[in-house]
Nanobody, 115 residues
Framework: QVQLVESGGGLVQPGGSLRLSCATS????????MNWYRQFPGNERELVAS???????NYVNSVKGRFTISRDNAKNTVYLQMNSLKPEDTAVYYC?????????WGQGTQVTVSS
């Protein structure tokens, strides 16, 4: 059974930091590109960051220099370190695993940036 379980979301003040984790099981983690998406109310999901099987990373322009995606293949876990958070980062963040036509999603974790 495939599982992706996000954790680490919450309420943080502007300028603060959060670290999201996505623990996975039920598939060959090392074969998969891992992505973090976010969804604003009423909008489609936006790709925030991705990491390849070889560790190459990509980010949406709005988070470059503030967010860092990483993966621990030994723990089958992907992380998103979020620094210098802004109110416009408020969203539900989703973990995603992609390999060929296979596409798995977590349930999401709420991140709220507010004073």
């Amino acid at each position: 059974q495939v599982q992706l379980v996000e954790s680490g979301g919450g309420l943080v003040q502007p300028g603060g930091s959060l670290r999201l984790s996505c623990a996975t099981s039920g598939f060959s983690f090392t074969w998969y590109y891992m992505n973090w998406y976010r969804q604003f109310p009423g909008n489609e999901r936006e790709l925030v960051a991705s990491i390849s099987t070889g560790g190459q990373t990509n980010y949406v322009n709005s988070v470059k220099g503030r967010f860092t995606i990483s993966r621990d293949n030994a723990k089958n876990t992907v992380y998103l370190q979020m620094n210098s958070l802004k109110p416009e980062d408020t969203a539900v963040y989703y973990c995603n695993a992609q390999y060929s036509t296979l596409d798995y999603w977590g349930q999401g974790t709420q991140v709220t940036v507010s004073s």
